[in-house]
């Protein structure tokens, strides 16, 4: 008797497997619907279906969801760096600005003209000094966000997600921007549905 229920009575894992398989397949199915028509033609049965696969047992989505925090506390980290350097600058601005004022307030009539034009240089090589400190950490902002796509690329490519790996052509990045988005609203759905039942 044991072996009839074995048999038929209780669904395998396998079986499992393929109805969380095809219910995941049906979900991306009519989350792409929602997608421009351009990405939808991109996001093929094949694709599709092999991130279903990989979906299956929820680890992509903990990585996804990990991926997402440390990307945000890498844009607050940055951002907080550049308000920083935003405020210093502005701080160096007003005390040289005082510095002026003081100097124009104490210097002789005759000597002023040379002053403000002396002035007027080291206000100039400021603002030039800020324009290239902005630029650089700028510059340095595109970078480290740019090494963080990198590093997701590689990670959700090790993890066997479809669709993914290193690249900085546009219009792969903009199909894996699409498939996180899939996996996101997908995880939102799955979250509901389990929160609905707890």
């Not at 397949?25 to 694709?47: A, E, F, H, M």
């Not at 607050?76 to 350097?85: A, M």
């Not at 959700?156 to 790996?165: D, N």
Request: hydrophobic content about 35%; proline content about 2%.
């Amino acid at each position: 008797m044991a072996g009839y229920r074995e048999m038929y009575g209780e669904p395998s894992d396998i079986t499992l497997q393929q109805e969380r398989h095809y219910y995941l397949l049906s979900q991306l199915q009519n989350l792409v619907k929602d997608l421009p028509s351009s990405c939808q033609q991109r996001l093929s049965y094949t694709i599709l279906s092999d991130l279903a696969l990989a979906l299956i047992d929820g680890t992509v989505f903990e990585i996804v969801q990990g991926l997402l925090e440390i990307q945000h506390l890498t844009e607050k980290n940055l951002y907080n760096q550049r308000i920083k350097l935003h405020a210093e600058h502005r701080a160096l601005k007003q005390d040289l600005l005082k510095k002026h004022k003081e100097a124009q307030q104490s210097c002789k009539a005759h000597n002023l003209p040379i002053l403000r034009n002396t002035q007027q240089k080291e206000l100039e090589a400021l603002e030039q000094r800020i324009k290239e400190e902005q630029q650089m950490m700028d510059e340095k902002i595109v970078l480290e966000l740019d090494q963080k796509v990198i590093d997701q690329q590689s990670t959700l490519e090790k993890a066997g997600v479809s669709g993914f790996y290193v690249t900085t052509n546009p219009q792969e990045l903009t199909l894996q921007m699409n498939l996180l988005e899939l996996i996101l609203k997908l995880q939102q759905k799955e979250t509901g549905i389990s929160n609905k039942y707890s």
